[in-house]
């Protein structure tokens, strides 16, 4: 059995998806790719080549607890409790997402992992059992975004998503343009940053004011605490964005979604609080080089890759001297099985 698994990188629509929001990722060419072959034994054994550390995971998995040690193990054993396969078996895994960046890696290797040990299930649910295995994991209550992006990707297009409804949507990619993706070096892991505490506070909002998924910006008005009014006020404004951004690259309008990119990222510096100044630094620098449209930090933030839509072939230009690792980025088609 041969699956692969793309990463994806998120457009605009940044900590939208854990509160039912709007987001537009992609998923890209980068993935992940495990090669596996079942056996009799009660035993999965997986060889990987970003870590040396071959996972041992003994059938049925039973009892696993949230850690906040992300190694690729616990994945393996968290994907195992989803699927629940009868047999274990051996295999390796290789990847070309870079770990860290904001770029998913984890997402693509819980696809290909759930679909190497025979998911059977409709692409939702696939998507759904990889969003437990994360959880499960790592105890980060992280959204779906990712896994479904993993999941449901089109080659050539980006994909509204209603994190409500859990429906996507294609939205053509404009032709001469790339998303170009520069690594800020800094990694973070989402256990030990600020992220579930960002959802809490979403949390706290929405128990004043209602579901921020269908809040308006007069709403806010009803939110005290100014902390909880500015997380409120980047969520309710970046679904507005999303659906401005989707309507925009679907009509090749790429100044206009470039525009927005670059008020998402001003959103999350000041009213969500997970930019940095090296983050910042980055977005400013790649908006002034000739042919980007627009630049943003991607994922969720405290570190990982700053994102931009620009013309093709522009980063040759922009980083003779590589000092920053940066990828282009294409639009791919989603997970895929073949005996």
């Known amino acids: 059995m041969r699956t692969w698994a793309p990463g994806r ?49 003994r059938l049925p998995v039973d009892g696993l607890r949230p850690s906040a040690d992300a190694s690729w193990v616990r994945f393996v054993a968290a994907v195992a409790a989803q699927v629940g396969p009868a047999h274990g078996g051996r295999g390796r895994v290789r990847s070309t997402v870079p770990l860290g960046a904001g ?50 990707g089109r080659a050539g297009h980006a994909l509204l998503m209603d994190c409500s409804s859990l429906a996507t949507t294609p939205v053509p990619f404009p032709e001469g343009y790339e998303v170009v993706a520069l690594d800020s070096g800094v990694r973070r892991r989402l256990a030990s940053s600020a992220y579930a505490e960002r959802r809490s506070e979403c949390r706290a909002a929405e128990a004043v004011i209602g579901p921020l998924r269908f809040a308006s910006p007069e709403d806010l008005t009803g939110l005290a605490d100014p902390l909880l ?6 969520v309710i404004t970046e679904n507005a964005r999303v659906e401005e951004a989707a309507a925009a690259l679907g009509r090749g ?27 910042d630094e980055l977005a400013s620098w790649l908006r002034s080089q000739p042919g980007v449209a627009g630049a943003r930090l991607t ?19 922009w980083f003779p001297e590589r000092r920053h690792p940066a990828w282009r980025l294409v639009p791919a088609g989603g997970a895929t099985s073949a005996p």
């Open 103 to 152: 770029l998913s890696s984890s997402a693509a290797l819980e696809v290909a992992l759930a679909l190497a040990l025979g998911f059977r299930g409709s692409p939702l649910e696939l998507a759904l059992a990889c969003q437990r295995a994360e959880h499960a994991a790592i105890g980060v209550p992280s959204g779906i975004m990712d896994q479904l992006a993993s999941v449901a």
């Open 229 to 234: 009014r500015r997380r409120a006020r980047h």
């Open 9 to 57: 990188v998120n457009l605009i629509g940044e900590h939208t998806d854990y509160t039912g929001g709007l987001t537009l990722p992609m998923a890209i060419q980068l993935g992940t790719t495990v090669e596996y072959e079942p056996s009799s034994e009660p035993l999965i054994r997986l060889e990987s080549d970003q870590d040396p550390r071959e996972a041992w995971v």
């Open 253 to 279: 309008d790429t100044g206009a979604f470039g525009q927005l990119m670059d008020a998402s990222h001003a959103s999350l510096s000041s009213d969500f609080g997970v930019s940095t100044p090296v983050l």
């Open 299 to 317: 994922g969720a933030g405290f570190g990982g890759c700053v994102v931009a839509l620009a013309e093709s072939g522009g980063v040759d230009r």
